[in-house]
């Protein structure tokens, strides 16, 4: 499974972006996927997660209200749109996929985040 993010990119201080995460190969068995992001100097934190049918979905306490996860299961395609951007969501994003059984994680390159205050 290969996995490629896009829609990273600099906004001001409550503005949106929407991230996209396109899944190419054996993508009949990707499960739960995810975004990440990791800030310099930090672990890589969750951001969101939503699963296969797109019926329950997972927000880390700082983006719960502005960040929303989504997903296109005929696309192939995952989303998370992010509002009300703070310069605390400067970070890398990444996408993550679940695959399998037993699961695999794959993850894509990574898209820059950057908000200015």
């Known amino acids: 499974v290969q996995l490629v993010e896009s829609g990273g990119g600099l906004v001001q201080t409550g503005g949106s972006l929407r991230l996209s995460c396109a899944a190419s190969g054996s993508t009949h068995a990707i499960n739960t996927m995810g975004w990440y992001r990791q800030a310099p100097g930090n672990q890589r934190e969750l951001v969101a997660t939503i699963t296969t049918g797109g019926g329950s979905t997972n927000y880390a306490d700082s983006v719960k209200g502005r960040f929303t996860i989504s997903r296109d299961n005929a696309k192939n395609t995952m989303y998370l749109q992010m509002d009300d951007l703070k310069p605390e969501d400067t970070a890398v994003y990444y996408c993550?996929?679940?695959?399998?059984?037993?699961?695999?994680?794959?993850w894509g390159q990574g898209t820059q985040v950057t908000v200015s205050s």
């Open positions: 993550s996929a679940l695959w399998g059984v037993p699961q695999l994680r794959f």
